[in-house]
């Protein structure tokens, strides 16, 4: 196997490292909420509870499904096994339950993969407690590892590691509220993760999430954000393009993973362009509308279509549709407003699906990226690898509409004991002189640790199957020979990680996730539909019925009919593979996007 260079501290360096001065609240918490400032969502997340302003907003710690963490003191302490030894390296881990090489096809195509990445990007981002080193430069442990390290260990016989004589993987811990002193808000005994992006589903990747941000991507002229190039992003200031070779990375709301990878980055541009699709037609129907009021009403439709896109296609190709509408989270097609705001919940992000049960998503990652044209012929591939952190190639050549095409032909892995290989051995995101890359899977492992997710065994229990105390106990959601697996890396069935074996359990029909997965995603889904005062088919979002509806015509396809350059045709379910009965490739012309008759505004003047 080749493993590719990384360099992962400049990973943790530039993709989610931030400082943060001492404080006494974690968050936002407004001192009231007036009536203009909550007309629209405010970009910070405040004021969506109006009982509790700070709640959802950036800084703010995850919230726990099972208020009692998996810490080893109760307090701060990582976990550790039954017995009070280490848990096994989360490196051992990956390498024995997903050393298979994917080799079955889920029933969704790559799309799925970028999409529930935007979402997930969307959702939370982990805040690190520094950036100093936690590994050697040559990948060994340091003679005193700083407190705020929390290091994989690379076992001496290692399958792929070994022959580069790596022992350490360097892994930053996650900022806390004890490291930030913010008990005055978040009074618990023990430690909470900080997220530092608001809680709620508000396309804040793309519009940013202060003023400071949002002002410097938009242009204060007709609603519109700051484009180039026919509809692509910014450049971002500071940004080094080297002469020799197309290089580029792009300014957003989102600035530490806009550029991670070609299917995210795409989502980006897209939901920029739907913004500016909305501005023209904005313009035209409103003309005595000004700049700001174009740009917020924009913003609140794009946030509208992007929930209501995310609950009715991304996540039902994720989960079973059915058992969202068990959970009343998906409603006949005609009931308006039927989203019940419920204040008394929490909207900050759920830590046993944003750092555990999402995180298994990983698995459905492609090594390489097929390109198509109008016909579906191929048009090459890209190795996904190649372009992290490099976009440029999107600009060249038709590539943009090549890899959405693809991404909508070609089939995801997937999740179970199989992870391609550049997940597990060869990610990179930065240059440096090594010969090796890194696994993603064992470093969500160690997040998981980090974060006190509690054992596969407790929140198995949690979703109303039996607690296990034996590996025989598991036969109810996976096969022997993944229980066996499990056996031959934990000590004890009670050791066994929620992140680990959810991903071992069988899928349910028509899902690509077993029981405890598809139970952590409904309860996080529903926290962010009910939780969310600005959901957008609630009371509370104050869209009109003909609005409503007009909404509910956007779907995935004709979103990207409408966004990309010039893609011509799609098939109407854009998450499902092409089937010439069940799902044929239909003229964008047959699937418009949305009318916005409904959202014309009669003059007073």
Known sequence: MTL???????YLLLITTVKYHE???????PDSCPPEKIKYRPLDGSCNNLKNPGMGTANQPYARWIEKPNYSDGISEPPVAKSGKPLPSARFVSERTSRQIPTERANVVRLVGGYHQFIAHDHSLNVLRSKGACCTPDMHPLAHTPAFCFNIDVPDNDPDYSQYNVSCMPIVKTTTTIDLGCTATNPKPYADQISMVTGGLDLNIVYGDTEREANELRTFSEGRLITRNGGYLPIRPGCAIPSNT?????KGGDFYRLNQNLDVTIKHIIWVRLHEWCCDRMVSINPHWNDEKIYQECRKLSIAIHQHLAFNEVFPAIIRRKAMKNRNLLYPYKLFNRSKYDPSCELNPLTEFANGAYRILHAVIVACLKMANEKRESMGDLKFIDHINNPAVLELNGTFDHLIRGGTCQRANKVGSSFDPVVTTSIRFGISPFKFGVDLHATDIQRSRDHAIPTYSTIRAKCGLKKATSFDDFLDVMTQERADLLASVYEDAQDVEFIVAAALETPKPHSLLGHTAECVFLEALERM?????????NNQNHFTDPQLESIRSMTVASLLCLTGDNIKNMQRHAMKPIHP???PIVSCADQPPMSMEAFREISSL
């Open 4 to 10: 590719l260079a990384i360099n992962f501290s400049v």
């Open 23 to 29: 404080a006494v609240v974690c968050g936002t918490h």
């Open 246 to 250: 197309p290089h580029v990375c792009y």
């Open 529 to 537: 539909q009910k939780c969310d005062r600005y959901w957008w088919d």
């Open 581 to 583: 009965i069940n799902n």
